[in-house]
């Protein structure tokens, strides 16, 4: 079946099984492996895209899901080479260790940033409390995202 | 942060973090080679059974699968692990021992293909008695784990001293209690991975998530029958390690499935259920503590009974054992001990490398038995510990002296000085309704490096290329704790080149060069110490070469400077990458071999005991304080407020510093609160993480750390390692709280909920 999407900016169409998992479309067959997958089912967060701006995870969806959506990987977040104000902060404020989480929880991050442009730490931590981190204990994230939020803030 | 020299001391971004949080750095999990087959393995159905007909014609008529493999397709000795007891088969051969044990490879075309070939295996096995407790195991007539040994007993080690047991008769106060600690599983979010495939010339190559590249190499050589010459390991950075991938997981079986698989590249990648199955865990433990001291509160006598269970295989259960006895005296000054431990084959998962390595088990009992002590003697816990802490020069509790950096007593004094405990006992009373608080301390260490007689060493390799930049070849793996990135700062700091002029190669056999693993809170340690060396010859022979370019300027007359050395006089600028042209290729490479001190104690230590580790010269040492409340309707235990003070030497970049120690205190907080993976009869009942329960980031507070710079002398720039020691005080510490608050304590870990509400129910049956 063709799907036709929005990814990252850019309109495409696939050829592929409805059924196929999300994860595996844009890891597999679009070669976009910073969505990572960590335990396939629903528990980690590493999946985590945006699906019209709202975090979805993209283990537990099927390509018929995305059909005619927008959609923006971790890839799709650097624009003309400049990092997205999250993945600087994440950067600056050493929020990545191994990494492997890091762009589940970036992707998170934007999207409570979205609902929730001015959260306090207390926040922050439960918009993210669905994605696992093994390594940082999830403090230096909290510092990104709240100095995120602070940046974003001092634009609008 | 890319266009300055990277300053030692000074907070910097990791230079690695910024291909990770765009998503454009590759894992081993995120190749992908064009024509590749997928590989996955069938693993055993039972826990103890000899294997009596593998029957694979079914899965091979599955349409896509291209073959199925068994033990007689592995050529070589068809053994992993570390010598002496590589006791680990690629794929099962004449038995089973535990659930996760491998009994078939599969490579299909399609995951479909490769599930469905894996279900239509059938084994025929005849099913043996098992044992699952590490003291059954040790009984007479127990099962055999391993039939062509006398007993269960992998390891066993004894550390004796003075005479504990008449010397306790004598001590004013004794406790003794037993401690249960779980089975930890890593949980590193990337799951084994890897990709393989054989060149023209024969070579097998595989791209795989690993702590130790060069050692793997040679066991894949030795398990597959193939020259270590014709084996290349590259690490990428990891997805997570923490000891979990010290060692073979799936590279055999990349490597197995190259050399079957037509030509194609294979790739394996364990579901999370596959890698909870046959992955390595930290050793469940049972210790028991008898510890006395006098009138005075000084440390008397410890007697440690010490059982780690080591699952089916020996992997790393040796030396794990050697640390646990090492560290099980603590931070203390004791005159009179007598420790001993087994480390038991049984048929369950295996144990191996974790964070802590031992030393994390020994320690949750030894400190919540000083915690008890303390209590007994009317002492204050902190002033106790204190007291009885060892400073530099002292004889430590096993007996070899501490010649070095020894800062236990200043992380002590710290936590005695910081408001979180001047102010406890107002904040112990000041409780919510419902709500009961508690604060406990722990003082911990861990030894830096191998032990005294595994080669401690570190081959560092450094460029400069063509275009005047400069390279690291990074011999040991960087799994997550940013060991590349400060390589990349100890370089740009000698020879003044900013993080944007540099860059890092990641562990490759065929291109770095053999440095030991990524453990034993050794990485930057003995990597760093070469690399200084290395970078110096480097620099020199750039100043060399530019004073003779420049009619032999002196070179007080020469600055190095990002990209180009001026010669101060005449202000004239030569680019590296002209200097560079000027070198021979074999000019332009520095290499320093380092080799790290190591004890040279020997008196009365069995040799077995040496080979595996004991003792240590190096040590870093922690004191952490947790406030904790319970709630008494639901047994939910929070941490409020948590303090880390760390003595791991002087620090290189205190941001890399923290992480290291908040990750550490989370992961330890999840082993003390709610991680508990279940095995019931070998049967794994904790199959992913809907069951396995990790911390998240509403389960932890802010955590507060200080760095207690004591230089260590034979440390880079004075440090020592980090990765292990902030990961040991958090159980005994939140322990200690929890046993505050509650009024008793809970002797098993983890310290659930249920587990609360049981001891809090207690006291009310006594009221
Ligand atoms: S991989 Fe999708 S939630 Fe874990
Ligand atoms: S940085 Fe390793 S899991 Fe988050």
């Known amino acids: ?156 | 942060m890319e266009n300055q020299i990277p300053v030692i001391g000074r907070s910097q971004p990791r230079f690695d973090a910024k291909a990770k949080v765009s998503g454009t750095e590759r894992y081993a999990a995120d190749y992908y080679p064009p024509g590749m087959l997928w590989g996955a393995v069938k693993y055993s159905d039972h826990a103890h059974a000899r294997l009596k007909k593998v029957d694979t014609s079914g899965a091979k008529e599955v349409p896509g699968v291209v073959a199925v493999l068994t033990c007689e397709d592995v050529a070589g000795a068809n053994r992993v692990g570390i010598p002496p007891r590589p006791d680990q088969p690629v794929l099962a051969d004449e038995k089973v021992r535990h659930r996760g044990d491998p009994v078939a490879l599969v490579l299909a075309e399609s995951k479909e293909a490769l599930a469905a070939a894996l279900d239509l295996i059938s084994i025929d096995y005849e099913v043996l008695p098992a044992v699952f407790d590490s003291q059954e195991a040790l009984m007479p007539g127990a099962p055999l784990v391993h039939s062509e040994n006398e007993n269960n007993i992998l390891h066993k080690g004894k550390i004796l001293k003075g005479s504990a047991k008449e010397a306790l008769k004598e001590c004013a106060a004794v406790v003794e209690a037993t401690f249960r600690l779980p089975r930890q599983e890593h949980a590193y979010l990337e799951t084994e991975a890897g990709v393989a495939w054989v060149e023209e010339d024969g070579t097998l190559v595989m791209i795989v998530s690993t702590q130790t590249p060069h050692r793997d190499r040679m066991e894949v050589a030795h398990a597959l029958g193939l020259p270590p010459g014709r084996v290349r390991i590259m690490a990428p950075y990891l997805g997570g390690g923490f000891g979990g991938k010290d060692g073979i997981s799936v590279q055999c079986f990349l490597g197995l499935g190259a050399l079957h698989s037509g030509g194609r590249p294979v790739k394996i990648w364990n579901s999370r259920e596959d890698s909870f199955l046959s992955s390595t865990k930290r050793h469940p433990a049972t210790v028991t503590i008898k510890l006395g001291c006098g009138a005075d509160g000084a440390l008397q006598a410890l007697c440690c009974r010490l059982f780690l269970d080591t699952g089916a295989y020996a992997s790393l259960g040796g030396p794990v054992l050697t640390l646990a006895l090492e560290h099980a005296g603590g931070v203390y000054r004791i005159p009179h001990v007598d420790i001993e431990g087994y480390c038991v084959y049984t048929n369950n998962p295996v144990s191996g490398a974790f964070r802590g390595f031992g030393a994390t088990q020994a320690l949750a009992a030894l400190e919540q038995a000083v915690d008890m002590l303390a209590v007994k003697a009317g002492l204050d816990p902190l002033v106790f510990r204190l007291k009885n802490a060892l400073r530099r020069g002292e004889e430590s509790a096993c007996g070899p002296l501490r010649t070095y950096s020894t800062g236990i007593a200043s992380c002590l004094k710290t936590i005695m000085d910081h408001p979180l405990w001047l102010e406890v006992r107002s904040w112990e009373k000041d409780a919510p309704p419902f709500k009961r608080r508690g604060v406990g301390v722990a003082a911990v260490l861990q030894g830096v490096g191998y032990g005294p007689v595994v080669p401690d060493y570190a081959n560092a390799k450094i460029e400069l290329l063509e275009d005047g930049r400069i390279r690291v070849y990074s011999g040991v793996t960087d799994m997550g704790q940013g060991n590349a990135s400060t390589y990349l700062q100890i370089a740009g700091d000698i020879l003044s080149q900013r993080f944007g002029d540099m860059e890092a190669v990641q562990p490759d056999t065929a291109r770095t060069l053999p440095s030991g693993s990524s453990s034993a809170s050794r990485t930057t340690f003995t990597y760093g110490n070469a690399l200084i060396k290395a970078a110096g010859l480097l620099r020199e022979r750039i100043l060399q070469r530019a004073s003779l370019m420049l009619m032999g300027a002196a070179y007080t007359e020469l600055a190095l400077l990002p990209g180009r050395v001026r010669h101060i006089p005449s202000g004239r600028d030569l680019p590296l990458g002209l200097i560079a042209s000027m070198l021979d290729s074999s000019e332009k490479v520095c290499v320093y071999s380092y080799v790290a001190p190591v004890a040279r104690d020997i008196a009365g230590i069995d040799e077995n005991f040496r080979n595996m580790g004991y003792p240590h010269l190096i040590f870093s040492y922690g004191a952490h304080l947790a406030r904790i409340e319970i709630d008494e309707i639901t047994g939910e235990v929070t941490v409020k407020s948590y303090l880390a003070c760390t003595d791991a030497g002087r620090v290189l970049n205190p941001q890399a510093y923290e992480q290291q120690v908040h990750g550490g205190i989370v992961q330890s907080l999840g082993y003390t609160l709610f991680e508990d993976f279940q095995v019931q009869k070998g049967e794994i009942l904790t199959t992913g993480l809907a069951t396995y329960i990790l911390p998240t980031a509403v389960d932890v507070p802010d955590l507060l750390s200080i760095a207690v710079q004591e230089e260590e002398e034979n440390g880079p720039y004075g440090m020592k390692g980090l990765g292990e020691v902030c990961a040991n005080a958090t159980f005994p510490a939140v322990a200690n709280a929890a046993a505050r608050a509650a009024g008793r304590r809970i002797f098993e870990g983890p310290l659930t909920a249920e587990r609360i509400l049981e001891v809090l129910a207690e006291e009310h049956k006594g009221e």
Not at chain 1, 13 to 33: N, S
Not at chain 1, 98 to 114: H, K, N
Not at chain 1, 122 to 138: A, D, K, M, P, V
């Open chain 1, 1 to 156: 079946m063709k799907i036709h999407f929005r990814l990252n900016g850019s309109d495409i169409a696939i050829e592929t099984d409805p059924c196929r998992r999300v994860v595996d479309i844009l890891r597999e067959d679009l070669g976009l492996t910073g969505t990572k997958e960590s335990c396939g089912s629903g528990e980690c967060g590493a999946c985590t895209i945006l699906v019209d701006g709202e975090s979805r995870l993209s283990c537990l969806m099927v390509a018929g899901q995305i059909s005619g959506r927008k959609i923006t990987t971790i890839e799709g977040l650097v624009s003309q080479g400049e990092m997205h104000p999250v993945q600087k902060a994440f950067v600056d404020h050493g929020a990545v260790q191994c990494g492997f989480c890091t762009p589940g929880m970036v992707l998170a991050a934007v999207d409570l940033l979205r609902r929730n442009p001015h959260p306090g730490r207390q926040e922050i931590r439960r918009g993210l409390s669905g994605n696992i981190c093994r390594c940082t204990g999830y403090q230096k994230i909290v510092d990104a995202v709240e100095a995120a939020s602070r940046d974003t803030g001092d634009k609008e």
